[in-house]
């Protein structure tokens, strides 16, 4: 592994400059970028990267905040440090920064951001990194789940978890009681059911993915290597009470591409069949399925066993999907994302496909404590501006009007609530939070999400109750600086904290 490490591999050589960019205080990123975005529309508008790290304490609410809401909200997402050059970044790649609330008694005590600190990024910060530099370092900036107390940064293709205290500060990187020696991912599956974390794994010059189970000890109990051809980026998978469930796509590893310094050498390869693999959980052979080739799996909503099939929400782009972009800084598609769900009929053999919602949605998630397990509510957001960013080409972004919203699924009767927001009001991902633990209906509890307040050019982190979705929100915590649209994050409850 170490002639390609990620930063060798998945920024290239041109992103490897940017990655040594100046020591010291936090320089304003992407200052060659003008107008309206030129050609990175990942550098403007709501994916705007912070400049600094800011703690504020006693935030400001309207409404009410539930009482029952003890813990912290995290989030994820790109947050390039230091970049002058924007033609040497791609969103996917930007420096992880995390954005946290704490909230405890009716109150938010505070607000912080911090970038995850990988030894680049402390280097460029002035600080000193503690310990071994990891071979496949990368300020991961994808997903932060909880996991047995701790707080895990993850980072597919590569980069082990690093893991923050109880104020975002990174302590280290995180390998599960050493052992976890290589690559890991950023969609982990946690089964509560059986105290299970499982993910599965890629790495650009693999012949094969690692489906790796981390048992209740917190340990790598289990990693078995499943063949496939031309190193697929698979991004997520699915997990049921008793199967895996991989999703290998026509995006895969361009060796040519990563030789000349792509920031980003992964294509759209036509000769690359879509299939779904169907894996007992413990282990065996892989049962492959033809997809349909006209849909890119993105995100798993959930999976479930039922009877002698297995069932999948997930959203996809209509393909081709671009990882590496069409001219711009981040990936470019050829569509809005939709709510779609395969059933693998095992019995039969075959694979059924439907489109659950064809709306414009994505980053869909589910009550944690159902992973795996059979669900019926789950939540998504549609964020216009982040649409408009997936299909500009060239610099010029599509002449489309797109609102913003969340939507609530109800998927036993075929329905939906949705939550309107203003215009330049772009929501990040929804989060259930349960009401009370282990009790209560499916959806007793509520949903929260980090939107844009254009009136205050900042912030809110709103809360929504899950069965009263479209009214008002029940707060709106009014955040200091405003929140890049970003990737995942996660709820810590008071005692995960």
């Known amino acids: 592994m170490a002639e390609f490490t990620r930063r060798g591999v998945l920024r290239g050589t041109a992103g490897a400059l940017a990655a040594a960019g100046g020591l010291g205080a936090l320089p304003t990123p992407a200052r060659a970028a003008t107008g309206n975005g030129g050609n990175y529309p990942f550098l403007h508008g709501a994916f705007t990267p912070a400049t600094e790290e800011v703690t504020a304490y006693d935030l400001p609410v309207t409404g009410r ?82 996991y047995k107390g701790r707080v895990l940064a993850l980072q597919e293709s590569g980069p082990m978890p690093y893991e923050l205290d109880g104020e975002l500060r990174t302590t280290g990187t995180y390998d599960f009681g050493g052992s976890l020696s290589e690559a890991f991912t950023a969609h982990t599956k946690y089964d509560a059911r059986c105290d299970e974390l499982h993910a599965v794994t890629y790495y650009p010059t693999w012949d ?201 699924h109800d998927l036993l009767r075929g329905t939906s609530q949705v939550h309107h927001f203003p215009r330049n009001s772009p929501a990040s991902e929804a989060v259930f939070v349960p009401a009370r633990d282990n009790a209560g209906a499916e959806d007793d509890g509520y949903v929260l999400a980090y939107v844009h307040n254009p009136d205050r050019g900042a912030a809110d982190l709103v809360v929504l109750a899950a069965q009263d979705f479209t009214a008002p929100p029940l707060a709106r915590i009014h955040l200091p600086r405003p929140v890049p649209l970003g990737f995942h994050g996660s709820w810590v409850p008071e005692h995960q904290a």
């Open 65 to 146: 905040i539930p009482h029952e809401l003890n813990g912290r909200y995290l989030r994820n997402g790109p947050n390039p440090l230091g970049l002058e050059d924007p033609s040497l970044h791609h969103w996917m790649l930007g420096d992880g920064m995390v954005h946290g609330v704490r909230l405890r008694g009716g109150r938010a005590e505070w607000y912080r951001n911090r970038w995850v600190r990988s030894a680049s990024v402390a280097a460029r910060l002035g600080e000193p990194y503690q310990g071994p530099v990891p071979e496949n370092d990368f300020a991961n900036n994808t997903h932060v789940i909880p």
């Open 208 to 408: 094969h993915v690692r489906h790796v189970v981390i048992d209740r000890t917190g340990t790598v109990a289990r990693t078995t290597r499943i063949p496939v051809a031309d190193s697929p980026m698979m991004h997520d998978f699915a997990l049921t009470g008793r199967y895996v469930v991989l999703f290998d796509t026509p995006v895969t590893f361009d060796m040519a591409a990563a030789e000349a310094g792509a920031l980003v050498p992964y294509v759209w390869n036509e000769h690359h069949p879509a299939r779904i693999g169907v894996m007992r959980r413990e282990g065996g052979p892989v049962r492959w399925f033809d997809a349909d080739p006209g849909t890119y799996y993105s995100h798993t909503l959930n999976a479930y066993d039922d009877g002698g099939s297995v069932v999948v929400d997930f959203v996809g782009f209509p393909s081709p999907f671009f990882a590496a972009g069409r001219g711009c800084d981040g990936p470019s598609a050829t569509g809005t994302p939709r709510l779609h769900r395969w059933t693998v009929d095992l019995a039969r053999d075959r694979l059924r496909t439907s489109v659950v919602d064809d709306r414009p949605q994505e980053f869909p998630r589910v009550r944690e404590e159902l992973v795996a397990h059979r669900h019926r509510y789950g939540y998504a957001a549609t964020a216009g501006e982040m649409w408009r960013a997936y299909e500009t080409l060239d610099g010029v972004p599509p002449d489309t009007s797109f609102g913003n919203a969340l939507i609530k």
